[in-house]
C-alpha cells in the first residue's frame, strides 16, 4: 500500500492526475490506462514506481525475453577476451 501511495503522490505532484486508488485496484482497463501515461513521463522516478506497482500486481512479466532482443545478443560480435586483461595501468 506505500508503494500505491508514492505512486499516487508522484502522479500528482508530477502531472498534476489525480487517481482513484480503490478504481486503480478494482478495474485492470482503469489501472493499465493510468500505467500508460506514467510510463511516458519525463520523470525517471515516476517511471521506476510504475513498474514497481506492476510489477506487485502481477501485470509486469520479467521471465520471456523478447525474440528481438534474443537475436541481438546471438547476432553480437564475439569479443576477445585474452587481449586487456590488465587495464590500462597494467
Not at 26 to 42: F, K, N, T, V
Not at 47 to 66: C, E, F, H, K, R
Request: avoid cysteine.
Amino acid at each position: 500500500m506505500q508503494l500505491m501511495a508514492r505512486f499516487k503522490l508522484k502522479l500528482l505532484r508530477t502531472l498534476s492526475l489525480k487517481v482513484d486508488t480503490y478504481r486503480f485496484v478494482a478495474e485492470r482497463d482503469y489501472a493499465m490506462g493510468i500505467l500508460a501515461i506514467a510510463d511516458q513521463s519525463e520523470d525517471e522516478d515516476l517511471i521506476i514506481l510504475a513498474m514497481q506497482v506492476s510489477n506487485y500486481l502481477g501485470w509486469l512479466d520479467t521471465t520471456q525475453v523478447p525474440a528481438s532482443a534474443k537475436q541481438t545478443a546471438d547476432n553480437s560480435p564475439a569479443v576477445d577476451t585474452k587481449r586487456y586483461t590488465f587495464g590500462a595501468r597494467g
